[in-house]
């Protein structure tokens, strides 16, 4: 449908006329029955409306931002928001020499680059594979992505991959996601997968033993991370990034932290993962997610619930807010309980003709008890009176 309203867009556009509005899609059913005189029956057509523009769609592009000399370097386009609506076309910006300093290398063969991304765009492909053979080592490559919609828009992003000798792992997010948000009293997971290069030759550069990758994560922002790190002090950890041991939590794919490990405030976590014996700097993968802690919202409960409750008139009825908890106060070393309350009394009244309940306020005396910041409201029951519901938060 897209590639026909952008054929009929084209078209008006070369004749200097005006864009069209609509379009008529005629459906045809290849499960109803052969007619010999119009081909498969047509069952109907339908008419849509092309709406004002809401602009662009965005695009993203996912892809290791290194990969290694012994894997197939795979990139994946797609809208933002889903939806497959729009043609995708790639190109190869620039070449790079690796690292984190990396200098213009103009003179790399990119034939082969450039073949495959042919082929890509001809067949509007949004998922483009390159075998090592087709790369060089030690270079970094800058794709640019295009996503047109329907409308002719156009949005773009870059990635840039750095092709290195050796083997990289690939480390991604097991649900795609590298930005989180937390409360202090939880804990916390981020749950990665790895996807290793193919053995090779038993003995050659590509043959690795999945047993000897290691994951490394630190906390690269000035916020605490007081559970990632033991009281035994190693400054012979080339990634720790501390003059303390690593907690075992943090050696594995998977971030796990117990609660208050993180501080509130906004964190950059870093994972390394690479094979045992590698030389820093080579052959590894890093990821960063953000993680923001926040305050963890507090629990307010009345002993015996929410009610409705039956209360005699005169009888002894005291309201209990003890049971209410701040969650952060249970990190260790805490303040005391520094807790205050604001009880609120409202009347309650039923019209027994529209069965419609209206809320007021109470009479003067239950106010001045519920005037009281304490966890506690005593001498609630010879206040109420007869026929009447009150309701106390």
């Given at each position: 449908m897209c590639a026909a309203w952008r054929d009929a867009r084209t078209a008006a556009v070369e004749a200097s006329a005006a864009p069209p509005t609509d379009l008529r899609v005629t459906l045809k059913d290849a499960n109803t029955y052969f007619a010999a005189d119009s081909g498969f029956e047509v069952d109907g057509d339908v008419d849509v409306a092309m709406g004002p523009s809401a602009g662009a769609t965005p695009v993203n592009v996912a892809g290791p931002p290194t990969v290694g000399q012994c894997a197939h370097l795979k990139?994946?386009?797609a809208p933002v928001g889903g939806g497959w609506d729009g043609v995708t076309t790639w190109r190869l910006l620039m070449t790079n020499t690796s690292g984190f300093s990396p200098e213009p290398k103009p003179d790399v063969d990119v034939g082969a680059v450039n073949a495959i991304l042919d082929a890509a765009n001809a067949a509007t492909e949004r998922v483009v594979t390159f075998p090592p053979s087709s790369t060089v080592s030690d270079t970094k490559y800058t794709f640019l992505t295009e996503l047109t919609n329907c409308q002719g828009e156009v949005s773009n992003e870059t990635i840039r991959v750095d092709r290195v000798a050796g083997v990289v792992p690939y480390v991604y997010p097991a649900a795609g996601a590298l930005d989180?948000?937390?409360?202090?009293?939880?804990?916390?997971?981020?749950?990665?997968?790895?996807?290793?290069?193919e053995r090779g030759t038993p003995g050659g550069a590509c043959d690795v033993d999945a047993s000897n990758l290691v994951y490394v994560w630190r906390n690269?922002?000035?916020?605490?991370?007081?559970c990632m790190y033991t009281d035994e002090k190693d400054v012979s950890n080339r990634y720790a990034g501390s003059n303390y041991k690593l907690a075992p939590r943090a050696t594995r794919r998977t971030l796990a932290t117990t609660p208050f490990c993180l501080g509130m405030g906004r964190h950059v976590i870093q994972l390394t993962s690479y094979f045992e014996g590698s030389v820093k700097g080579t052959s590894e993968s890093i990821t960063f997610i953000n993680v923001e802690v926040v305050k963890s919202p507090v629990v307010a409960l009345i002993a015996g619930g929410a009610g409705p409750r039956a209360v005699q008139k005169g009888s002894v009825f005291d309201l209990d807010g003890s049971g209410s908890t701040d969650p952060d106060l249970g990190k260790p070393g805490a303040p005391g309980n520094n807790q205050t309350f604001t009880w609120q009394c409202k009347t309650l009244s039923l019209d027994a003709d529209t069965g419609v309940e209206t809320e007021s306020s109470c009479e003067d005396e239950l106010d001045e008890l519920f005037g009281s910041n304490g966890k506690f409201i005593r001498g609630v029951g010879e206040k109420i009176r007869v026929a009447r519901g009150t309701s106390s938060r």
């Open positions: 990139l994946t386009a989180f948000v937390t409360y202090y009293s939880n804990p916390f997971e981020a749950a990665f997968d790895v996807a290793l290069p690269i922002s000035a916020g605490r991370a007081d």
